[in-house]
């Protein structure tokens, strides 16, 4: 029997652009258009500049471009500024089993690959496919995160296996592709505990940029160590306990793209059937003649990973950073049932730091229900009771808007692109990237997808 590592070799090398189904061609390109979307709207923050001043300082052959600028760096740092642009607002998808990542943080590996390798719209989406597949298969395996390690540790192996793909690698050189990236990657979860710095949207840019890296080598000639998941001190044995991943998309089991979540609001996901929630309950209030500061008190029931991941922790009621406010369910509960929306400038320091929102989520606590924790990942079940000037408020949601059992349709992906480039981006630019997505498989080079995006020359 072939090793782990052959056998997702085999996969990435052996899928074809033309035996994607259409479904799956389609959704590919939503998630192309949702995550550019969200690099654009992060083009100016700190994290998307200082990513961008290190490509342009550390930048050498001018192979990729960094989406916004229009300019060329090389191919690994196009990768990690793309994908810390792509992930800073925490609003690009989501897919759920027992390690929850964010499959289209793969997208800057993919594009960098594809625009190095003079690559087309088709060579792009299939290699996507197969860096989806691959996170997935691994986030169904285990969770790495219950033994300390970050999910961006399988992000690592996807993102050089959507490199590989990309830029035609065999199956031996994609094998060592896999090698070289799973052996030195391995993160630390601490990136997502306690206060969260801005690392927490940089942890899988920089796994995108060594997957790159990763894939290059293999294609110069450089090998991996042999059995890097099933070898005495490997992966499975050092990292993630035992892998067994059933058939892939495509050999008789359905794609894992289609399983996977854009959000609705910029947050962590397991947040956004809270924040559909409470939306719920304050327009029950207001018809009732009361506000936020009437509220007694506000208790959140949900599932087991949503109270560990972003409830658990006491500095979940005391965010000081953007990036743990959109980590904090209580916090986004409360900033959604004060200003009736959570958008980008819901994380704007002086809103993080209002007393009035800060008193208010003293009031909220964040509990457990069993039978929520059973019906988690298939639906991420939350529940609202809110108490206020004595009437009690209670609103449940089991797939908010953009869950893969109440889809966002293309409109409304179009639509969420438009509300968060909108400071940003000419409208009119915007619908002509819309028109290049829809026909990316038929674009022959990826300037012609990027140049409506870009902002300044």
């Known amino acids: 029997m072939p090793d782990l590592s052959q056998r997702l070799a085999r996969y990435v090398a052996d899928l074809s652009f033309d035996a994607l189904p259409d479904d799956v061609v389609f959704k590919a390109k939503l998630r192309v258009l949702d995550a550019l979307g969200c690099a654009v709207a992060a083009f100016h923050s700190d994290t998307g500049r200082a990513a961008r001043e290190v490509a342009r300082v550390l930048g050498g052959n001018p192979q990729a471009e960094v989406v916004g600028e229009g300019r060329r760096t090389s191919a690994d740092l196009a990768a990690f500024a793309n994908g810390a642009m792509i992930r800073y607002l925490d609003c690009n998808d989501t897919y759920l089993s027992k390690e929850a990542c964010?499959?289209?943080?793969?997208?800057?590996?993919?594009?960098?690959?594809?625009?190095?390798?003079?690559?087309?719209?088709?060579?792009?989406l299939a290699g996507l496919v197969a860096s989806y597949e691959i996170l997935a298969r691994l986030a169904d395996a285990s969770s790495i995160r219950d033994r300390?390690?970050?999910h961006v540790t399988y992000g690592a192996v996807s993102a050089a296996a959507g490199a590989a793909r990309v830029l035609g690698l065999d199956e031996r050189a994609t094998r060592e592709a896999i090698a070289l990236a799973a052996t030195p990657n391995v993160a630390l979860r601490q990136t997502r505990v306690g206060q969260l710095s801005m690392w927490k949207g940089a942890?899988?840019?920089?796994?995108?940029?060594?997957?790159?890296?990763?894939?290059?080598?293999?294609?110069?000639?450089?090998?991996?160590?042999?059995?890097?998941?099933?070898?005495?001190r490997g992966f499975v044995r050092q990292v993630s306990g035992p892998l067994e991943l059933p058939a892939f998309g495509g050999e008789g089991a359905?794609?894992?793209?289609?399983?996977?979540d854009i959000?609705?609001?910029?947050?962590?996901?397991?947040?956004?059937?809270?924040?559909?929630?409470?939306?719920?309950v304050r327009e029950r209030m207001r018809a009732d003649g009361l506000d936020a500061g009437s509220v007694e008190e506000i208790v959140i029931r949900t599932f087991k990973v949503a109270v560990e991941i972003i409830g658990g922790e006491e500095e979940k009621w005391h965010p000081t950073t953007r990036e743990t406010a959109d980590h904090s369910m209580p916090y986004c509960v409360a900033v959604a049932l004060v200003d009736g929306d959570v958008?980008?400038?819901?994380?704007?320091?002086?809103?993080?730091?209002?007393?009035?929102?800060?008193a208010l989520i003293q009031k909220i606590r964040v509990v457990e229900d069993p039978a929520f924790t059973a019906g988690y990942p298939d639906d991420i079940p939350t529940q609202i009771e809110?108490?206020?000037?004595g009437r009690t408020y209670t609103e449940r949601v089991d797939a908010p808007l953009g869950h893969h059992h109440h889809q966002m349709d293309q409109a409304a992906v179009e639509a969420k692109f438009l509300s968060l480039t909108r400071p940003y981006l000419p409208e009119e630019r915007a619908r002509a990237f819309f028109?290049?997505?829809?026909?990316?498989?038929?674009?022959?080079?990826?300037?012609?997808?990027?140049e409506p995006l870009r902002l300044q020359a």
């Open 102 to 124: 964010h499959p289209s943080d793969n997208l800057a590996a993919v594009l960098a690959a594809a625009q190095a390798g003079g690559k087309g719209g088709r060579e792009l």
């Open 148 to 150: 300390g390690w970050d």
């Open 203 to 232: 942890a899988f840019a920089n796994a995108s940029r060594n997957g790159v890296f990763a894939a290059y080598l293999a294609r110069a000639g450089m090998t991996g160590p042999e059995e890097v998941f099933d070898g005495p």
């Open 254 to 260: 359905s794609f894992r793209l289609l399983d996977t």
């Open 263 to 280: 959000k609705h609001f910029p947050a962590e996901y397991h947040s956004q059937a809270a924040i559909e929630a409470i939306l719920a």
């Open 343 to 358: 958008t980008p400038a819901s994380f704007e320091p002086g809103r993080i730091q209002d007393p009035a929102l800060h």
């Open 386 to 389: 809110l108490t206020a000037a």
């Open 435 to 450: 028109r290049q997505v829809e026909r990316l498989e038929e674009l022959d080079e990826l300037g012609a997808l990027l």
